[in-house]
């Protein structure tokens, strides 16, 4: 099966791009052109939008970053510094497939991009998400090292009744106690001048434990304001008006993500803050007709503790990576990103 893979214009090329993603069954927000270019921009690199095609049908995107400093090369989706959940190839119209097609449509774009990667760019290492395809094969065929990564994901069905009976006995208490304290807090989806408050809440805990937080509140400022409305949504918690954590969602079509966030609060306060943050994602979105809640995340025990209290279900997905690992300062960048 012959596949053409063409890098895109990230200008010129919008709005076809931005088509090809509505019609992918497995994007998100992060990949519409602006939030592709805003990632660029933000990390230092240089974007290549891949795309393939059969004929004059899109068969799948892959949305690449270039960094090279000095002889040190390396391509990433998402890009090293950017905390993007997810990112990586994404295939388009082949749900309808038989097996046997898909195989053959997969595996001949995934080959056409790695070729094109190899030819045009020749990283010493690359790295790449592989969250939104389960086929993974034509990765491990070409040489490329293929890793599991998990996360929890809710599912959002049932009433807001139904959800809240399937979390843990100290979740449900908690949600159900706060209701003694009614008027003295509040969580509301909040706006652009949410965000920054947030991102300091983060980057002070990271701070605190001695590790870096390179998101800037920029970055998703920009996100916000580019983005087709609500697919950046800042959930805020106030006690007696005054901020005391949040969550930024991301959210796509089917599925809100728990992006950033989520921090324990360092006042004293007798409210369970991120057990009702949480509470009210996942309401807002079953009652918005959403299918599920992605925790991202769950690899970290002592964190894993906390989002299974929900009653998630766990899932995987892969990390594809290539190269040189003695290239310290490419690796050592890329791992202060995570």
């Known amino acids: 099966m012959s596949v053409t893979i063409d890098r895109l214009d990230p200008v010129a090329d919008r709005e076809a791009w931005n088509r ?9 927000p992060f990949y519409y052109a ?18 393939g095609f059969k004929g004059q049908e899109v ?15 390396g391509v990433f989706s998402p890009a090293p510094y950017s905390w993007v959940c997810y990112l990586g190839p994404a295939l388009c119209n082949v749900s309808k ?14 080959e056409g991009c790695l070729d094109w990667i190899d030819d045009e760019l020749s990283p010493m290492y690359t790295k790449f998400d592989a969250a939104t395809i389960d086929d993974v094969r034509p990765f491990t065929w070409n040489g490329y090292d293929v890793e599991p990564e998990y996360t929890y994901v809710v599912d959002l069905e049932g009433t807001s009744e139904d959800l809240l009976n399937r979390f843990s006995s100290d979740a449900r208490s908690n949600v159900r106690q706060a209701d003694e304290y009614e008027g003295a807090y509040t969580i509301e989806e909040g706006g ?49 008006g005054s901020f005391q954590g949040g969550i930024l969602v991301v959210e796509s079509e089917t599925t809100r993500y728990r992006w950033q966030g989520g921090v324990k609060p360092e006042a004293d306060i007798d409210l369970a803050i991120n057990d009702l943050l949480d509470w009210t994602v996942m309401r807002d979105g079953l009652e918005a007709g959403l299918e599920r809640y992605d925790l991202v995340g769950a690899g970290v025990p002592s964190i894993n503790r906390y989002k299974a209290k929900f009653n998630p279900r766990l899932e995987t997905h892969y990390t ?13 960048r890329y791992r202060k990103s995570q």
Request: proline letters at 4%; aromatic letters at 10%; charged letters at 25%.
């Open 192 to 240: 652009i001048e949410n965000i920054e408050q947030i991102i300091e809440q983060v980057r002070a805990r990271y701070e605190s434990q001695g590790r870096s937080f390179q998101l800037s509140t920029e970055f998703v400022n920009g996100l916000y304001e580019q983005l087709p409305e609500g697919s950046i949504r800042p959930y805020v918690c106030r006690v007696d």
């Open 59 to 73: 068969v799948g995107l892959f949305p690449i970053f270039e960094y090279a400093k000095g002889p040190v090369s």
């Open 20 to 28: 090809y993603v509505e019609r992918s069954a497995h994007t998100h």
């Open 320 to 332: 594809v990576t290539a190269g040189t690992f003695g290239l310290d300062l490419l690796i050592d």
């Open 34 to 51: 602006d939030a592709l270019t805003l990632q660029a921009e933000a990390t230092g690199t240089k974007l290549h939008p891949l795309a």
């Open 97 to 110: 497939l038989k097996q046997r097609k898909a195989d053959r449509r997969t595996n001949a774009f995934l």
